[in-house]
């Protein structure tokens, strides 16, 4: 499986978008891009996936880019309840081994 | 109710005990997991089943067995504990979705093991 790199933190003003990077530059063709989310000590949230378009639902935003080696978890109007830790996974499709990194703690500033 | 329980949800217990943390789900997903989580860090995979009769190891399975008694539950076993066993324990399903590919994971509540 891929391997995924992401930064330890990074803060965001309350309302304002939150830009979550993840590189995987070793992703294959067949490798789909997944985004968990963990608020606290709760179990782990699923956010959204995508293997190689650009990717919206209600609670966000996932932009790959081209090359696929590196993607980009968008919440459009950020929270304090988006406060979490955010993790990046890369998944071979129609397997189910996750396996979770270390993910980078946001946190949402009044 | 949750989809995913897990059973204790905190437990402290002393080093060499035998301790069996349990999961059920109602969600009918085949795929069922265990993952521990330490302080600081990422979760990471102990062991996880396609169904009853199909056991994996995932990445740390070593002073762990695993056992599943049927579609909908899962119990995670430390036959004997030991101090550095003291974790945050998920228990997690996810199903298989048309065309081959996993659905997400749904995790429980998590069980907090101290192991003294």
């Known amino acids: 499986d891929a391997k995924t790199t992401q930064p330890p933190s990074m803060d965001c003003a309350e309302g304002r978008a939150a830009n979550l990077p993840c590189n995987h530059s070793t992703i294959s063709g067949n490798e789909y891009v997944y985004w968990y989310r963990q608020i606290h000590s709760q179990g782990p949230q699923y956010i959204i996936h995508g293997l190689k378009n650009n990717e919206t639902n209600e609670m966000a935003s996932l932009i790959i880019t081209e090359d696929r080696k590196s993607s980009t978890l968008i919440l459009p109007h950020a929270t304090l309840r988006d406060t979490a830790v955010y993790y990046c996974i890369v998944i071979v499709a129609g397997t189910y081994k996750y396996i979770f990194g270390t993910g980078t703690r946001l946190k949402v500033l009044a | 109710d949750a989809d995913v329980t897990q059973t204790p949800r905190n437990r402290i217990t002393k080093t060499g005990k035998r301790i069996m943390l349990e999961c059920s789900q109602t969600?009918?997903?085949?795929?069922m997991y265990w993952y521990r989580q330490d302080p600081g860090l990422g979760l990471r995979l102990i062991y996880y089943?396609?169904?009853?009769?199909?056991?994996n190891k995932g990445e740390i399975s070593d002073g762990y067995s695993v056992s599943r008694q049927a579609q909908a539950k899962f119990s995670l076993s430390l036959e004997s504990a030991i101090p550095n066993q003291t974790a945050l324990y998920f228990c997690?399903?996810?199903?298989?979705?048309?065309?081959?590919?996993?659905?997400?994971?749904?995790f429980g509540e998590g069980s907090r093991l101290t192991v003294l």
């Open positions: 969600k009918g997903h085949d795929r």
């Open positions: 997690a399903t996810s199903d298989l979705r048309p065309g081959g590919n996993t659905g997400e994971l749904f």
């Open positions: 089943s396609f169904d009853v009769k199909d056991i």
